[in-house]
């Protein structure tokens, strides 16, 4: 072990090991700084997320959670308050409201906040104060909607049931308001100790029991999750982010994903890095070899040596790495911080030891093929300079690096399907690059009889160094297809969390508008300049017989619209969100023998009943029937913040029933103002606020934006180090080429050409090879793990083979500019 030590200092100090070590170094650094990055990152984007539910997990039921799980939270360290919700009267002199009242525990929220505000409706920042508490016994908190309901102010008394409760805050924000939906009134927060004297809540009443966990230590927390699950009864169910907020669970799934990823193309660039450089270092070390074996040394003992001088790097070079990988990531979760005035989390210690363990495997796996074939090279090569060495077979290289690929994709994205997306397209693009180089061999034949100056000397040099040529097209495209890849999921994820909150989505909900004060609302409207969207007149109706037989408990256990009544309405004119999949809209629909009204039904519904065209369903609308027949199927946009139903009918099919109406408007912060004249002049009106819960999905995009950016540079930087390697391979004998050209007298200009016209024809190659791996590799990576639309990019096709040929082409410029400004002698004696 000392004389591998030796020898690595030594060779240290020539340089010859200094760009395998600094690859091993800046791959590890890259390497670790995304992991770590990335697993604060994502930590923190759960927890900011969870702000919207109030907590990590809920446990939500119609009876009161089990009395021994507290203590068995506690034990184990984690979190807990609860809170009771429900639908209540709530008066004030002779002014009433039916509220959605909130009774909470003390500790609550776990995660996220109450704002608060002496000022109804407060947008300005200075008039909202953060609440350091709940509310206390005999006080409540209500929203800016109830004063003017009930013409109270601050101080007065409200009524919830046979209990007063001063009014003392108004509530401007609070968590889990991630469904809107649910509230049947203006928000009333009240303290639970008080729940018992209102005696609102008696046996059989609805009442939403609340059970509230959370921990930092997710991994515990996860543990104690999964032991509840098998506790939970019928009556209860668990609920997460990705459950309660779709919107928001959904960005966060696909940020993973992205963060996964590109930690992976991280570890495929190091470990493209390594494997160049490593052969390189073989190739130098050739005549040591010799020497050590004209001297009597074994096979086993020069592996041995080799070996050992190989792990005394990987360590170094990877422990040093993780330090610049850790100042790195702590770099960029500074700036961020300093954005958005959040702070990251702890990393836990995967990503450490993840990221040391893989720089030894890329090293182990992608370096020792290179170094393996030392020992046969022949003692006489120490005399004989030209005698040929068997260096390793390059199909071999690459199996063992693909087994090293798939084997870190897996451990660091514990994600079969994208292991199995990015192996695919790594075996595309190198059956492809193997067909595109002998293509291009072919074709230099011809182009070097053809063409005169640099480029037939471009070509005449691929056309001689056939095997570097290939392993270096093999490498560009590697290296351009992952940036691509990252760059264009990274756009196409930015774009679509994005468009999720249009800037001008509606984002207040009218709901319960008597048919009677349809005009004079819609005239409030236009005379306020709001603008609504269509306003459509609503019914509440269960589904309960699908070709005159009843649902059953088995149909209304897989399917949510079975379980519950659904608000439907009528419309003569397809919403613009909305487009008919299958069958026809009223326009073009007949009616059938059975002559029913239609109805057209919203796909994923149909689907989760089992529906088709034709069938007869028969709803219920408080106990009066009505008969209908499908029509269509339709897909609808949820995201769009503006009323969709799962069921609309034909018009004047529910002429006989009493309808109210639903809108959504948008209201700029400026005239949020607005709703108190709205409530003050009808009443009846339920407003659901939407801006608040649109604005911090907002700032969780946003977050999640600049965060996927940072790493999509981070990853960068591992691929400039990959081209860079694959050009420093060549260097040694473009150095020896050059000096024999300008002793020959060739003119400076004629090899700078050269050099310049090889890599760029080696750039658009890889470039164009590049681009059909990046599409396939999107096709599996957009059906399979992110979930996205399938969508072609052709603007890539153009921008890919010429940016290859552009950049590789001045990188190679940069590395071998230095041979035409050096005197031949010194080039041929360095190259020697």
């Not at 363990?357 to 370096?367: E, H, P, R, T």
Request: hydrophobic share 50%.
């Amino acid at each position: 072990m000392m004389l591998a030590f030796n020898l690595l200092r030594r060779n240290w100090r020539s340089g010859e090991l200094k760009l395998l070590g600094f690859s091993l170094l800046l791959a590890v650094a890259v390497l670790s700084g995304i992991s770590i990055f990335t697993n604060r990152l994502e930590s923190t984007l759960i927890s900011e997320s969870n702000s919207v539910l109030g907590a990590d997990y809920i446990v939500r039921g119609s009876q009161p959670h089990n009395p021994d799980w507290p203590a068995a939270a506690a034990k184990d360290n984690i979190q807990q308050t609860q809170a009771a919700l429900f639908s209540s009267m709530v008066f004030a002199g002779d002014e009433m409201h039916l509220a959605s009242v909130k009774a909470v525990d003390s500790g609550y929220p776990l995660r996220g906040q109450f704002e608060i505000s002496r000022v109804p409706f407060a947008m300005n920042l200075a008039d909202i104060e953060i609440a350091k508490t709940i509310p206390a016994p005999g006080e409540a908190w209500v929203d800016s909607r109830l004063l003017p309901l009930l013409k109270i102010q601050l101080g007065d008394k409200v009524a919830v049931g046979e209990y007063e409760l001063k009014v003392t805050q108004v509530l401007i924000r609070e968590p889990d308001s991630a469904n809107p939906f649910s509230m049947t009134g203006a928000r009333l927060i009240m303290n639970i100790a008080d729940l018992e004297k209102t005696q609102v809540v008696q046996p059989g009443s609805r009442v939403d029991y609340q059970w509230l966990i959370a921990s930092d230590n997710i991994g515990q927390l996860k543990a104690f999750v999964d032991q509840l699950k098998p506790l939970l009864n019928k009556h209860q169910r668990l609920i997460d982010i990705d459950s309660a907020q779709e919107r928001v669970g959904r960005t966060l799934k696909t940020s993973r994903q992205f963060l996964l990823l590109s930690a992976v193309i991280a570890v495929l660039l190091a470990g493209v890095a390594i494997a160049i450089t490593a052969r390189q270092f073989s190739a130098r070390h050739t005549d040591q070899v010799a020497l050590m074996k004209s001297l009597g040394a074994g096979a086993v003992q020069i592996r041995t040596l080799y070996f050992s001088q190989l792990l005394l790097l990987g360590i170094i070079a990877s422990l040093i790495g993780l330090v610049f990988g850790d100042l790195l990531q702590r770099t960029v979760a500074t700036s961020l911080q300093q954005v958005y005035q959040i702070r990251l989390g702890a990393a836990s210690f995967y990503p450490y030891g993840m990221s040391f363990f893989s720089g030894l495997m890329c090293l182990v796996f992608f370096a020792l093929p290179a170094l393996w074939y030392l020992p046969a090279v022949p003692p006489l090569k120490i005399l004989r300079r030209e005698l040929a060495v068997n260096m390793p077979q390059v199909w071999m290289q690459a199996a063992l690096a693909l087994f090293a690929v798939l084997t870190l994709v897996i451990l660091f994205s514990r994600d079969l399907e994208l292991a199995l997306s990015i192996s695919g397209a790594l075996l595309t693009v190198i059956m492809v690059t193997i067909i595109a180089a002998y293509g291009l061999l072919a074709l230099s034949k011809k182009m070097v009889l053809r063409l005169g100056g640099f480029w037939r000397l471009a070509f005449a040099n691929l056309q001689r160094q056939r095997g570097q040529s290939l392993i270096q097209i093999l490498v560009f495209s590697i290296a351009i297809m992952l940036l691509f890849t990252m760059t264009i999921v990274r756009t196409s994820l930015i774009e679509e969390w994005k468009v999720q909150v249009p800037d001008d989505a509606p984002n207040h909900f009218l709901v319960n508008i008597p048919p009677a004060e349809l005009s004079q609302v819609q005239a409030l409207l236009e005379k306020n300049k709001v603008r609504p969207e269509p306003l459509y007149p609503m019914m509440r109706a269960r589904l309960t017989h699908i070709n005159g037989v009843e649902t059953t408990e088995e149909q209304r256990s897989l399917a949510n619209a079975l379980r519950r009544e659904l608000n439907v309405t009528w419309a003569e004119t397809l919403a613009a969100d909305n487009k008919i999949l299958e069958g026809f809209w009223w326009d073009k629909w007949q009616r059938s023998a059975a002559n029913l009204p239609g109805v057209s039904v919203e796909v994923n519904t149909a689907k989760e009943i089992g529906l088709k065209i034709g069938d007869k369903l028969q709803f219920s609308f408080g106990g009066l029937l009505l008969d209908a027949e499908v029509a269509s199927f339709r897909s609808l946009d949820w995201r769009s913040m503006r009323p969709n139903f799962f069921f609309i009918f034909e018009p004047g099919s529910l002429d006989t029933y009493s309808p109210t109406f639903i809108t959504s408007i948008y209201l700029p912060t400026q005239q949020k103002s607005f709703i108190n004249q709205l409530l003050l002049d009808h009443p009846t009106i339920l407003v659901m606020e939407l801006d608040r819960i649109i604005e911090q999905i907002r700032s969780i995009i946003d977050q999640v934006s600049d965060g996927v950016l940072l790493v999509l540079w981070l990853t960068l930087m591992g691929g400039c180090l990959v081209l860079l390697a694959a050009v420093m391979g060549s260097i040694a004998a473009r150095k020896q080429q050059a000096g024999l050209l300008r002793a020959m007298g060739s003119p400076r200009q004629l090899i700078v050409g050269s050099i310049c016209a090889e890599f760029a024809i080696l750039g658009f190659l890889a470039g164009l090879i590049a681009i059909v791996g990046t599409e396939l590799l999107l096709i599996s990576l957009q059906k399979f793990v992110l979930e996205t639309a399938i969508q072609p990019h052709y603007i890539f096709w153009l921008i890919s083979p010429l940016s290859g040929a552009v950049f590789v082409s001045a990188l190679g410029y940069i590395c071998c500019r230095h041979v035409v400004t050096t005197p031949p002698a010194v080039v041929l004696r360095e190259a020697a």
